[in-house]
């Protein structure tokens, strides 16, 4: 028996953003480029981390005000300790586009990938030396 493809969603509600952010982050913790970055030099634990992302993409696309922590600073700290570049900014947009473009679609979806183009793109600026 095949299974029914499920039809593609909107990033309109909390469930939906956090499982976008599961399924962005099941590619992005075993990719081979990005992955370490997360385990060995942040050494992330993801019970923590994870609920600031989906709180920061909740409040990005629905205005929730959860999310109030400094995304900026918490980069450049990581920056220090092991510098990001283009490449990785480019992994990173590729994966975040991939896992939409799977299951997501519908005008917060596409301002999702506006949003996030802008915000790698301003931090790759404000990262390089
Ligand atoms: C080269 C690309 C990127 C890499 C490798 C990367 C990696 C990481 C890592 C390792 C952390 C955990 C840091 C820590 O807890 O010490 C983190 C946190 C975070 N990242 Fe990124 N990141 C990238 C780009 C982005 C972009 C473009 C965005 C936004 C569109 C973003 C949003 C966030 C947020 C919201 C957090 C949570 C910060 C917090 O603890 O509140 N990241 N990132």
Redesign the pocket.
């Known amino acids: 028996m095949s299974a029914t493809p499920t039809e593609k969603v909107d990033l309109d509600s909390r469930d939906n953003i956090e499982r976008f952010v599961e399924s962005f982050y099941a590619r992005m913790l075993k990719d081979e480029q990005?992955a370490p970055?997360?385990w060995d030099?942040?050494q992330?634990d993801l019970d923590v981390?994870l609920p600031?992302?989906k709180d920061?993409w909740c409040k990005l696309l629905l205005g929730e005000t959860k999310y109030q922590?400094h995304?900026m600073n918490?980069?450049r700290?990581?920056n220090d300790k092991r510098s990001?570049l283009p490449a990785?900014?480019e992994r990173?947009l590729a994966l975040f586009m991939q896992s939409l473009e799977a299951d997501f679609s519908g005008p917060k979806t596409e301002r999702a990938k506006r949003?996030?183009t802008s915000?790698?793109k301003n931090?790759q600026n404000s990262l390089s030396p």
């Open positions: 990005l970055i997360f030099v942040a992330i981390h600031h992302i920061y922590r995304t918490i980069h700290q990581l990001l990785d900014f990173w949003v996030a915000i790698a931090m």
